[in-house]
């Protein structure tokens, strides 16, 4: 049988390219072929060990995309044929395509390290049976060793140790959510770690992971062993790219598949996007292994609504590394690059910082301390990075911080910004977080001047 597009995934790439060729492109046929029943919401996953209760409540359903128009099946494709514009399937199957869309994810990256085979060392796929056993693993243990304080790794452990286990997190870097957060962020997150009695190990690496039948410990490099009944590999992901491979599509440097301004891979009529794909960073255009629900969504958008021909112009010509996460509960948020990163990739910079609070007057209940860091570009004052720390406001202020920065929006900007407030849902308006950084890098500016 043939169809206008087959989508290949059924995670938030694959749902958001099916639901925005729907709504471009009236009356296509669309399959999307998944490997599993149930797709689980990636960014939930982390919180299904407690705070939601369940893995099924991390559900993300199809029925929207279903009753719109599109068909989905339950099955796995092994084999692309671009000259023939077929794909096969495991159960036998074969559907010719117009359009081809590969949004095949990622898998966690399993270092060769001795005793990664051993019972209870495991990963965090975004795999629904693999993450129950994941629950299930950690109903009757004590100890748990988290290698990884990425994102992932510190979600993770943050959920586990609300469960009541002792929790130690490895990290080889120096510092933990090394990739994201300058150096002073970092610490504030080790801090919170710290006060919830999770045990940090930084500037420590991995050489052995120890037991007989099932785990017992981590041996590390300087010869210290840790304890765990269950050790948790939370090192990175890779992308998923074997059908693209077989296929002779190109991959690009960082092990993802190639793909121009459109999301369109090297073979004709054939597209690639989400966690599969290989991205280039907003400022420098290097290409980098960013992988994010929103950033898979955002190339959803982008292929979905040019895939017959171009509709929606890409002038946004990188990916900005939003990132949010919770530690602790207090929320770190990320925009753009980081000091260190512009530091080395030659940018000189201004740097604005504030401190103030989310409502006003700051006793109203649910207030939180808000800590911003606004970082610009020096010469040209455009905004080119941002990072925050503080309750759930958070999570929505770095959302208005990107916009910013996609719209090239410079010091100048941000201190004449005009903002809506409300002392029950905002900061107030005379130190509202955002304009304050702006007029602490503007003041800085100005003195350098005089």
Request: charged share 25%.
């Amino acid at each position: 049988m043939k169809y206008d597009v087959v989508v290949v995934g059924g995670g938030a790439a694959g749902l958001g390219l099916v639901a925005t060729a729907l709504a471009t492109y009236p009356g296509k046929q669309i399959l999307m072929i998944k490997k599993e029943q149930e797709t689980l919401v990636p960014c939930g996953i982390p919180y299904t060990i407690t705070t939601l209760g369940s893995v099924e409540s991390d559900i993300m359903s199809t029925k929207s995309v279903e009753s719109a128009g599109a068909q989905i099946l339950i099955d796995k494709v092994n084999k692309i044929d671009p000259k023939t514009k077929k794909v096969f399937t495991e159960s036998g199957k074969s559907f010719e395509y117009d359009k081809l869309v590969i949004a095949t994810g990622s898998m966690p990256i399993v270092p060769k390290l001795p005793g990664v085979d051993l019972k209870n060392v495991m990963t965090v796929p975004k795999d629904m049976n693999e993450i129950k056993k994941l629950k299930t693993s950690l109903t009757n243990i004590k100890k748990v060793v988290v290698v990884g304080a990425g994102f992932i790794g510190m979600e993770v452990s943050d959920e586990i140790r609300k469960g009541g286990k002792d929790v130690t997190i490895i990290e080889a870097l120096d510092r933990v959510l090394p990739v994201a957060f300058d150096p002073e962020f970092s610490e504030e997150a080790r801090k919170i770690m710290d006060k919830e009695g999770i045990k940090v190990k930084t500037s420590s690496k991995v050489k052995e992971i120890v037991g007989k039948d099932k785990v017992e410990g981590v041996l590390l490099e300087s010869g210290e062993k840790i304890d765990a009944d269950l050790v948790i590999l939370s090192i990175g992901y890779r992308a998923e790219t074997t059908l693209a491979k077989d296929a002779g599509l190109s991959i690009g440097i960082t092990g993802g598949i190639w793909t121009d301004e459109y999301m369109r891979t090297s073979v004709n009529d054939i597209f690639a996007i989400g966690d599969c794909a290989e991205h280039k960073d907003f400022f420098t255009r290097r290409a980098n292994r960013l992988m994010l629900a929103s950033v898979a969504a955002f190339d959803a958008r982008v292929a979905g609504a040019n895939l017959f021909d171009i509709k929606l112009i890409r002038q946004v010509k990188g990916d900005l590394s939003l990132f949010s996460t919770s530690v602790g509960g207090t929320i770190f948020a990320a925009a753009g690059i980081d000091e260190v990163d512009a530091k080395i990739s030659g940018f000189d910079v201004e740097i604005g910082i504030s401190n103030s609070v989310d409502r006003h007057p700051g006793t109203i209940p649910d207030a939180s301390k808000v800590k911003t860091k606004l970082i610009f570009s020096k010469s040209s004052g455009v905004l080119i990075g941002c990072q925050m720390m503080g309750g759930k406001s958070v999570g929505e202020m770095i959302n208005v911080v990107g916009t910013a920065i996609q719209s090239g929006m410079s010091i100048v900007d941000l201190v004449a910004l005009q903002i809506g407030t409300h002392p029950l849902v905002t900061a107030s308006p005379v130190v509202y977080p955002i304009i304050s950084a702006a007029l602490d890098a503007y003041a800085k500016l100005n003195c350098a001047k005089s």
